[in-house]
């Protein structure tokens, strides 16, 4: 199944946001599943993609399960994916239309398949793969990541190059994430509260993503990249890595290869696309972490957190 979302061509621009790992929970999607044929369609898809039934975990847990980044990622792109099929179900012509997409890591994914670069079951398949050459880097790279709040980009760099850790997700200008083998980042978050920091908060991750130790899925990933058939974006997606658009299948994979060891840049992601003149948002999938992170970025900009059927007949009523 190929989904067909058209892109912005009037109005105020709005910008669709995709959220990232950690926004799982059991029971997310579940009353799209049982109300919406069309989000039913999306996750049957899914499963039929993955071989498995990914959608009983993610339903009925257990949470342990579902945390796993095999089940989470591909989980969380199926719910996202679903919420655009039941908003564009349940909105018809009144269906919000993006102007540009962005996905935060894992979220690009799902953004690839809102702006047609890929279908639902190539989406799913290189989700899921995704999730396996990365569990693989963490067993051979043992790692963590850390939340440092209220210190600048410049001096985290710095902290990074002393502890051999990596700044690897730069969220907010106040919130910076950073990853490398868990002494590391204790040592990077003993200096960083040293240098000024709020807060440095550890992260109950798997593993040190988007860094350097990412490095033994990399050939993995472009084999799996290479086996599928990628379009070019109908919708403009707005990358993780340098922030710009990616206009092409070649700028597409470029951009997924470079971001399994990349860093995040979150922030300049939001602000190229409030600096091309989005001025709303609507974070599509479960969790409201982007929501919050758009509010600190930008005061001005309104958006509107859409993850579960409520949300989404609110969204018709407004």
Known sequence: MTLSFMPQTQGAKMGFLFPGQGAQAVGMGKQLYEESPAAREVFEQVDDALG??????????????????????????????????????????????????????LGEYTALAVSGVLDVGDTAFL????????????????????AIIGL?????????VETGTY???????????????????????????ARGAKKAIPLRVGGAFHSGLMEPARAGLIEAINSVQFNAPQI???????????????????????????????????????????NDFIEVGPGKALSG?????????????????ESILNLSRN
Not at 127 to 146: H, I, S
Not at 152 to 160: G, S
């Open 236 to 278: 403009p997606i707005v990358g993780n890595c340098d922030a710009q658009p990616l206009n092409t299948a070649d700028d597409v994979k470029r951009e997924l290869i470079t971001q399994i060891c990349g860093c995040v840049q979150w922030k300049r992601t939001v602000d190229y696309m409030l600096d091309s003149g989005v």
């Open 52 to 105: 498995r039934s990914l959608s009983s975990i993610m339903f009925n847990g257990p949470e342990d399960t579902l945390r796993q980044t095999i089940n989470a990622q591909p989980g969380i792109m199926a719910v996202s994916l679903a919420c655009m099929k039941t908003m564009q179900e349940r909105l018809g012509d009144d269906m919000p239309q993006p102007a540009m997409t962005a996905g935060h890591s």
């Open 293 to 309: 992170m758009v509010k600190r970025i930008s005061r001005r900009s309104q958006i509107t957190a859409v993850g579960d059927m």
């Open 167 to 193: 700044v690897s997700n730069i969220n907010t200008a106040e919130q910076i994430v950073i990853s490398g083998d868990k002494l590391g980042v204790a040592r990077a978050c003993d200096l960083s509260t």
């Open 152 to 160: 600048d980009e410049m001096t985290l760099e710095q902290i990074a």
């Open 127 to 146: 989700v899921q793969r995704r999730g396996e050459l990365m569990q693989v880097a963490c067993d051979q790279n043992p790692g963590t990541m850390a």
